[in-house]
C-alpha cells in the first residue's frame, strides 16, 4: 500500500468500531482507499508487464487505460519475446533437446506470468510435445491447472485433473 494515504486509512481503522462515521465521511475513505489500491493496482501490472489482465480491467471499467503504462509493458512484453525466440532458435541449432524443451518452457512460463492464457496454453502443448520425462509432463499439467484456477476456467481445470489422473 502507498504509504501516502495509509495513514489516514489506518486512522480510521484504529478508532475501532464504536467509533460512528458520517456517511460523507464514509464516502471520502471509500474513494481514498480505491485510490490507493488502483495506484497499487497499476504499479503490479506495471511491474509483471500483465497486459492481457490490464486490458480486461480497462474494458469492464474497472481502471482507466493509462497509455504510457499500456505502452511500456508491451515494449518490455515484445523485447522479452524477442529474447526468448532467440533462445529457442540457439537452442534448436546448437544444443540438444533437454535445452531446446527449457527454452520453450522459459516462454510458456512467461506468457503464464503476463496473464497471456490462449498463448500459454499454446507454448505449453509446444513444451509438452517436447517432454519425454513423467515428471515434467506432470509439471506441464500443474501449469494449466494454476491457470484454470486464475481463471476460473472450470473446463480447463476439469481437463487438467483428468490428464494427471492418467
Known sequence: MSPKGSSTIASHISSGPNKQVCRIEKVCLRDEVMTIVVADVVWIFDFDDMVPLYKTLAVNSVLEVDQKVLDSMCAKIAEELKKLDEKIADAEENLGESEVR?????????YIRIGD??????????????????GKRMDLVFYTLQMGFFYMDFDLISRSIDKAKK
Do not use: N, R
Open 117 to 134: 492464457k490462449e498463448k500459454a496454453l499454446e507454448q505449453l502443448k509446444v513444451t509438452e510435445g517436447k517432454t519425454v520425462v513423467v
Open 102 to 110: 527449457e527454452a520453450h518452457l522459459a516462454k510458456s512460463l512467461f
